[in-house]
């Protein structure tokens, strides 16, 4: 496969958030590989980043290593976002199978560095635009937000999909039931 997937180019800066983010950087999706593991580290032990996240902060590079070998190389779907081919984050499609085959369940994580700058939104539309023609029998793609995580939900809504409900006490999160907001996208809603 191709580890190069995908690219797109970004030109634009936020007034007042700038970082050491070039205004042409350009943004990719490409498997997350075990040399990967030092730039994964950085956002998987970051509690801030992990708080809205199913599992807990990583503490180890062990740990780490295991994911990466353990789940990451035998999902399905799941690609590092880059910026200038480094890993910022991840994102990921979890199909469902029997009746639920035509839904699948987007789920992302960003390093916090580069939050709020744009590259969740994009890397979410990128994955909207070629996600349903890499799986044809997928009809839906959703996503749930914690209903405190507001940034995940404004990164769903700028890459189109359609906030449909809160789902109340829905999941547990680090001990906590948890409300959480689905949002979906068809396969056959415009493309942003």
Same mark, same amino acid.
């Given at each position: 496969?191709? &580890?190069?997937?995908? &690219?797109?180019? *970004?030109?634009?800066?936020?007034?007042?958030?700038?970082?050491? $983010?070039?205004?042409?950087? +350009? $943004?990719?999706?490409?498997?997350? !590989?075990?040399?990967? *593991?030092?730039?994964?580290? +950085?956002? #998987?032990? !970051?509690? &801030? +980043?992990? %708080?809205?996240?199913?599992?807990?902060?990583?503490?180890? &590079?062990? !740990?780490? *290593?295991?994911? *990466?070998?353990?789940? +990451?190389? %035998?999902?399905?779907?799941?690609? #590092? $976002?880059?910026?200038?081919?480094?890993p910022v984050g991840s994102i990921s499609v979890t199909a469902n199978s029997g009746n639920d085959k035509c839904r699948g369940e987007l789920g992302y994580v960003l390093a916090a560095d580069y939050w709020g700058k744009g590259i969740a939104t994009k890397a979410v539309k990128m994955v909207a635009n070629t996600i349903f023609d890499e799986w044809p029998h997928l009809e839906r793609l959703e996503a749930l937000a914690v209903v405190d995580n507001v940034g995940s939900q404004r990164v769903l809504e700028k890459a189109g999909f359609t906030r449909e409900a809160v789902l109340r006490k829905y999941r547990i999160l680090k001990g906590t039931t948890r409300d959480r907001v689905i949002f979906s996208l068809l396969s056959t809603d415009p493309r942003n």
């Open positions: 496969m191709e &580890k190069e997937l995908q &690219k797109l180019t *970004i030109n634009e800066g936020k007034g007042g958030n700038e970082s050491n $983010i070039e205004l042409s950087s +350009v $943004i990719s999706l490409r498997l997350l !590989d075990l040399s990967d *593991i030092d730039d994964f580290m +950085v956002w #998987a032990s !970051d509690d &801030k +980043v992990t %708080r809205f996240c199913s599992f807990d902060s990583y503490t180890s &590079k062990e !740990d780490g *290593i295991n994911y *990466i070998k353990n789940t +990451v190389s %035998r999902h399905p779907w799941y690609r #590092a $976002i880059c910026v200038n081919n480094r």
